[in-house]
């Protein structure tokens, strides 16, 4: 049933944008320059439009726009090459990113007059850019979009060309149906032909598109609602078939005066807004957000920096503002020491070959794009191997000004962890922090150290462990195989390095002395350092090394999490699910990609939603179905990276399975099916197509590669599948599952892809806009399908749930007679009551009242003495029936029960042999291992006899006892070994007789 929201997505776009403003342009791919260009956007904010004199119209889908800032580095040697001196560029450029993922990205700088138009320019795009709602119009203003692409199409005359119409609906269609469809609307239709902006009207368009690709799927809806005798719908017919699908609709008033609705109409209906696929106020920020964190999932980011593999991979700044601007909450940064002399910190992917770029770039870059589409936390998940450099932590971190949280809220210094909205733009560091005394002790060594003097170098804290260890340094070295871990610093250590700090304030060590030392300590300690001004900053993500469910229940310290990699995690889903979810509902953990994907492919992250796993952290520039998943989950509760778990996932007093097989207690398992009917502009190619239906949830939930349509060959345009409905039976978490609905073509690429969380979902029949690869809308690519939503029933019960939903339905054959006689002015105390078994056919209204018995409805006749007379006062005084309690000998009489109870016998006796078989074939299998087993026993044996034997004539027996002693134990230590193997084997549970003298 749709649920009545008003769904504005459009956001006003300013009037300086629309009237547009000259700018220079410059391309960094192709290293255009282009002086004097007017920049303008549309009023719907579609498209970012320019043009030069004497040139074409050229454009950017504003779905595509990915960010725009100011001034980027990057432009200043390209420009300063044209004459452009950096003096003359500050507060003028204006960078706009735009690609169809979040790896592959162009540049297009504009260079305005002064300083005031770019701050205007970036304030008004931003606005109209970070638009979550934009990505999910409806068919209808996704073909308004692509009509005001071809009519910003225009040649050096100002018009339209035919060609542009043709190349974009040319698939499975020859020109000269298009030529045709164009004749008919009264359009130039000459191959060369050029047709005014203004004679090609949106309805124009339409009517074209409907010529083109004609919905004869909706026609047959229609013929089937109307029962195939009109070519309308009256308001009746209309009001009859909405009860089904929806609850509201408020047809165009013209038509509302008619009473009437023609099939043209119909179809405009179901592709506008008000016949969304999801429930648009999920959209929105709808959930609360004044929870602990650790009862939020997290959308998090794994090796932020990295574009492609992690062996070799290319580092980018970039990659940084593109996933915080996709609502990406939690990114990691692994810093190490950078070459140059100063030996400036950077940050790259260890000794695996990757590039690498400057820490500081990358604050800064985080700075500017943190809050910009979510004002909800960002968590900053440390990897520190810096040796030595102050800067990294004062000079670089500080740039966060009053955005780095560095000291614990006051409202939460023994509480749980604080909730989103406490912390709303708040910069947390997740790393390793010193122990308090410690930390005081360095903190005292370092003041003392800075009062000496600028020379002195700063002291470093050397830690036992990277932050992402959990057991062993092996687990760790699968994922980072670069890294080498020593062990914690003693005491004694402590106080050697105090001694050197010491001397160095004396002046009795050089500068180069303490470095030397420090980088041969370095060399065979740890690589992961803890500056103690870093860790005083370190509040509510402290990373410890995980020891045990049962150890972090005792301590209970919320704050403390610890990190798995995807392997470790699964490990303890396997063997503790139900404590992890527990863990989950005190504090966080995160879950890492393992080290073998060198290839930064994804794993599943369902499983770990599913255990209530905060960060389940994602290589982002893989849009991969893991990724598709994610991008599709956190797509809800306006897109802020936060999403509150299920109640039962936070509550200590609920206990959780996440493997559990049946319904959740207080959760309505449903039943969810969906038909698909056709595609609509699947592809612009001549090929054939087919789509998936696939559910990802907990694993009884999960379906994969099971529902697939027909391939429809030779047709992107408009297939027509009409496939009967993917039943998804039992699905006993919805808040968990997804639905996915994918469309390949011939050759099993993906087409276009889209996730729906299954509790946002809508029934009745809907157009799913689909996605590429990068969740980014495809311009008009929809699938039409029919989604039914129910509550599950178990089997055997359908018949309860069919008359609570329609009791008159299910009124027994004697309450029917006597609504019938009502109807003829017969009234109900004119009626006597006679005994039940007085006629034949009573006997058969005594069944049908006993198959009542269990719904709602009259069941008089179970019971006829009592009851019979009771009924009768009662309907004399009150006019109500009473309705009997119901024996369970009753109930095991019915059919139902019968029918069920032979079903589960018939799956007994075959479970029963299929038992037996494969006990039998296992049982053959174990038989002829024994009896290799015993041969090479008896040949073995038979081996040593002979040699002994033949000995014994060659020197006599009398010299041969030390020899036929030796021979013994020989075969003694043989029947031994042949024994355990035989005993040792679990699964070999019998053994043959003849084996038994071995045994």
Not at 607 to 630: E, H, R
Not at 705 to 717: I, P
Not at 944 to 971: D, F, P, Q, R, V
Request: glycine share 6%; aromatic share 10%.
């Amino acid at each position: 049933m749709a649920k009545p929201y008003e769904f504005n997505w459009q956001k006003e776009v300013p009037s300086f944008l629309q009237e547009g403003a000259v700018f220079d342009r410059y391309e960094e791919e192709s290293f255009v320059f282009e002086p004097n260009c007017l920049f303008k956007v549309d009023e719907f904010g579609f498209f970012l439009t320019w043009r030069s004199e004497g040139k074409v119209w050229l454009r950017k889908s504003k779905l595509f726009l990915l960010s725009v800032r100011m001034k980027d580095p990057k432009i200043l040697a390209a420009l300063e090459a044209i004459g452009k001196s950096e003096n003359d560029l500050e507060g003028r450029v204006v960078c706009v990113c735009s690609g169809t993922d979040l790896v592959n990205i162009s540049f297009t700088y504009m260079v305005a007059e002064n300083s005031e138009v770019t701050k205007q320019w970036v304030e008004g795009l931003r606005s109209i850019i970070h638009n979550f709602r934009a990505n999910n119009v409806s068919p209808m203003t996704c073909l308004k979009k692509h009509w005001m692409k071809l009519a910003f199409m225009t040649n050096t005359n100002g018009k339209i060309p035919v060609r542009s119409i043709t190349r974009t609906f040319a698939s499975g269609k020859t020109e000269k149906v298009i030529f045709q469809a164009l004749k008919e609307l009264g359009l130039p239709s000459g191959k060369n032909d050029e047709i005014e902006p203004a004679a090609f009207t949106y309805e124009k368009f339409y009517e074209l598109t409907q010529k083109i690709c004609p919905r004869t799927d909706i026609e047959d809806l229609f013929k089937k609602i109307n029962g195939d005798k009109t070519d309308y719908l009256t308001v009746d017919q209309l009001v009859s078939f909405l009860n089904e699908i929806i609850e509201m609709y408020e047809p165009d008033e013209d038509l509302k005066k008619k009473g009437q609705i023609s099939s043209d109409g119909f179809c405009r209906y179901l592709m506008s807004d008000e016949n969304a696929p999801v429930f648009l106020d999920r959209l929105e920020l709808y959930q609360e957000m004044d929870h602990p964190l650790a009862h939020y999932f997290i959308s998090s980011s794994h090796n932020t920096y990295l574009t492609g593999r992690q062996f070799g991979g290319k580092s980018s700044v970039e990659m940084y503002r593109q996933v915080l601007l996709a609502g990406c909450r939690c990114v990691e940064l692994d810093c190490w020491d950078g070459k140059g002399e100063d030996q400036e910190p950077i940050i790259t992917h260890g000794k695996a070959m990757c590039t690498d770029i400057l820490f500081k770039d990358v604050i800064q870059a985080i700075k500017e794009t943190a809050f910009v589409t979510s004002e909800y936390p960002v968590i900053l998940s440390f990897e520190n191997h810096c040796r030595y450099n102050d800067s990294f932590y004062s000079k670089s971190l500080n740039l966060f000004g009053d955005l780095l949280l560095k000291q614990a809220l006051e409202s939460h210094l023994s509480r749980p962890l604080p909730s989103p909205n406490d912390l709303k733009r708040k910069i947390l560091i997740k790393n390793k922090r010193l122990k308090p005394e410690v930390e005081k002790k360095q903190l005292e060594a370092l003041k003392s150290m800075m009062e000496a003097g600028e020379s002195a170098a700063p002291v470093n804290i050397l830690e036992d462990d990277n932050e992402e260890e959990i057991e062993s340094a092996e687990q760790e070295e699968e994922a980072h195989p670069e890294y080498k871990y020593g062990n914690e610093l003693s005491a004694d250590d402590l106080g050697h390095k105090e001694a050197i700090a010491n001397s160095v304030k004396k002046g009795l060590v050089t500068i180069e002395d303490e470095q030397a030392w420090m980088a041969s300590y370095k060399y065979v300690g740890a690589t992961t350092n803890i500056h103690p001004y870093l860790s005083t900053m370190i509040n509510y993500a402290q990373p410890v090394k995980f020891q045990g469910f049962h150890v972090a229940e005792e301590r209970n310290i919320h704050y403390n999490m610890s990190s798995f990699n995807e392997s470790v995690g699964l490990g303890y889903l396997k063997t503790h699910a139900i404590e992890f979810v527990n863990y989950n509902k005190r504090q966080m953990s995160r879950i890492y990609p393992k080290g073998g994907r060198v290839d930064s492919s994804n794993y599943m992250p369902q499983i770990f939603w599913n255990a209530g796993c905060q960060m389940v952290s994602l290589n982002y520039q893989t849009p991969d179905l893991a990724m598709q998943l994610n991008q599709g989950k956190f797509e809800y509760n306006g897109s802020c990276g936060y999403l509150l778990k299920p109640d039962f996932m936070r509550r200590p007093d609920r206990t959780f399975d996440p493997f559990s097989e049946t319904p959740v207690d207080g959760v309505i398992a449903a039943t969810c099916s969906v038909q698909v009917i056709s595609g609509q502009f699947l592809s612009d190619k001549k090929i054939g197509t087919y789509v998936e239906v696939d559910m990802y949830g907990l694993p009884t939930d999960t379906i994969r590669k099971e529902f697939r349509t027909r391939m429809v060959m030779n047709n992107g345009l408009n297939p027509v599948y009409n496939e009967e409905s993917f039943v998804f039976r039992k699905v006993i978490l919805p808040d968990l599952a997804v639905l996915r609905i994918a469309v390949y073509d011939d050759n099993n690429k993906l087409i276009g892809q889209r996730i729906l969380p299954l509790d946002g979902l809508q029934a009745g029949y809907r157009h799913i806009s689909l996605r590429n690869e990068g969740n980014k809308p495809l311009s008009l690519p929809t699938i039409f399908c029919n989604i039914v939503l129910k509550t599950y029933v178990p089997d055997g019960f359908g018949d309860i749930v069919d008359a609570l939903s329609d009791p008159k339905k299910f009124l027994s054959i004697t309450e029917k007679r006597a609504d019938q006689m009502r109807a003829m002015g017969i009234e109900t105390s004119d009626i006597a009551d006679v005994p039940s078994d007085t006629s034949k056919n009573d006997k058969k209204g005594k069944a049908n009242t006993a198959k009542a018995s269990v719904t709602p409805q009259s069941s008089s006749e179970l019971r006829p003495t009592t009851t019979a007379a009771l009924g009768a006062g009662l309907e004399a005084k009150k006019g109500i029936e009473l309705i009997p309690q119901v024996r369970i000998e009753d109930l095991k009489q019915m059919k139902a029960y019968l029918k069920h109870l032979k079903k589960q016998q018939k799956e007994l006796n075959s479970l029963k042999k299929k038992h037996a078989k494969e006990h039998s074939t296992m049982q053959k299998l174990h038989c002829t291992q024994v009896d290799k087993i015993v041969a090479q026993y008896d040949k073995e044996k038979s081996t040593h006899e002979k040699i002994l034997e033949k000995a014994m004539k060659k020197k006599g027996g009398s010299n041969c006892l030390e020899m036929k002693k030796e021979t013994e134990i020989k075969i003694q230590t043989l029947t031994s070994d042949h024994k355990s193997k035989i005993l040792g084997d679990e699964l070999i549970t019998w053994i043959p007789p003849k084996t038994q003298e071995i045994v």
